[in-house]
């Protein structure tokens, strides 16, 4: 079935870095862009980043800009978030989604379709 | 460009929950509807306004009016407990925004 699957999470010192992983099966992977989406504890949904199907093309949000990376091996299926200079205000619930853009275009509608369980990233001292 | 939603909406079950969701640039762009319950994975609802996903019950059902679209759930059920979220995006900036989320509370 089409599923998605993040791991990587953890309790990590602020300044420092962590690398998310997303694993997608039941679909073409290498046909969607793919983003980033996180919770923080009693707040809202807060989308992170965008990357195009072949990686060509990326954005962020504001709050993560020059910090996080989004990159992407269509080989493995899988996508990822590294995070530098993490703050505690990047504690959440960091889940991966796809696109349901036009498969192999770049015309993504920037809105999720299929998303991951999630997993915890803690930043403290 | 901001989503405003109600904090929370409580209906006893049978009845028809309608969840709000008000933002300037609705006219002009679609919005999302997401179903967001804890420990599980974020579901889609609405899609473009007013078109249900694979699988989402014809009892849930998005509509739009000018700057305010709305999220209308039938015959509620015990199940349908959870807190959903608008969304809505430019594409061409690349813009995403989400709306605060409702609670949605059977009593």
């Known amino acids: 079935q089409v599923q998605l699957v993040e791991s990587g999470g953890g309790v990590v010192l602020p300044g420092t870095s962590l690398r998310l992983s997303c694993t997608a099966s039941?679909?073409?992977?290498?046909?969607?862009?793919m983003h980033w989406v996180r919770q923080a504890p009693d707040k809202g949904l807060e989308w992170v980043a965008v990357?195009?199907?072949?990686?060509?093309?990326?954005f962020y949000a504001d709050s993560v800009k020059g910090r996080f990376t989004i990159s992407r091996d269509n080989s493995k299926k899988t996508l990822y978030l590294q995070m530098n200079s993490l703050k505690p205000d990047d504690t959440a619930v960091y889940y991966c989604?796809?696109?349901?853009?036009?498969?192999?275009?770049?015309?993504?509608?920037?809105?999720?379709?299929?998303w991951g369980q999630g997993t915890m990233v803690t930043v403290s001292s | 460009f901001e989503l405003t939603q109600p904090p929370s909406v409580s209906v006893s079950p049978g009845q028809t929950a309608r969840i709000s969701c008000s933002g300037d640039g609705l006219p002009k762009q679609f919005a999302y509807w997401y179903q967001v319950k804890p420990g599980q994975a974020p579901v889609m609802v609405v899609f473009k306004d007013t078109e249900r996903p694979s699988g989402i019950p014809d009892r849930i059902s998005g509509s739009s009016l000018g700057a305010t679209v709305t999220l209308t759930i039938t015959g509620v059920r015990a199940e349908d407990e959870a807190d959903y979220y608008c969304q809505s995006a430019f594409t061409n900036d690349s813009y995403v925004v989400f709306g605060g989320g409702t609670k949605l509370t059977v009593l």
């Open positions: 990357l195009s199907y072949d990686g060509s093309d990326e």
């Open positions: 039941g679909f073409s992977f290498s046909d969607y862009p």
């Open positions: 989604a796809r696109d349901p853009g036009p498969p192999g275009t770049l015309l993504w509608l920037l809105a999720f379709d299929i």
